[in-house]
């Protein structure tokens, strides 16, 4: 029932920006957090940015005053704006959204497919 959708990877040259979407569709009865999450090459995936439905941000230092995190509770998506881009920044990049299917049911972290970011020397 629940789909959790990336978009707006691509190739840029450092220095350059470009602006992640993540769509969160489905019956879901309310959703959490949601965050950011990048997996470079042969490592591990880690945490980007993140963000609470009341607004609370996180992201660690490498990336903070680079990117910007961003949610449109009425329409369920999750924005990542990524300026100054550098070829650290390759990964492919994942939105993640914690919901809950009804008001008896837990709550579960969702995944998206991901979307491939690379950027050139």
């Known amino acids: 029932q629940v789909q959790v959708m990336e978009s707006g990877g691509g190739l840029v040259q450092s220095g350059g920006s470009l602006r992640l979407s993540c769509a969160v569709s489905g019956s879901i009865f309310s959703i959490g957090a949601m965050a950011w999450y990048r997996q470079p090459p042969g490592m591990q995936r880690e945490l980007v940015a993140e963000?609470?439905?009341?607004?609370?941000?996180n992201s660690p230092d490498s990336v903070k005053v680079r990117f910007t995190i961003s949610r449109d509770n009425a329409k369920n998506t999750l924005s990542l704006q990524m300026n100054n881009l550098k070829p650290e920044d390759t990964a492919v990049y994942y939105c993640?959204?914690?919901?809950?299917?009804?008001?008896?049911?837990?709550?579960?972290?969702?995944w998206g497919q991901g979307t491939q970011v690379t950027v050139s020397s």
């Open positions: 963000m609470s439905s009341a607004g609370t941000t």
């Open positions: 993640a959204a914690d919901v809950r299917l009804s008001v008896r049911s837990g709550w579960y972290r969702s």
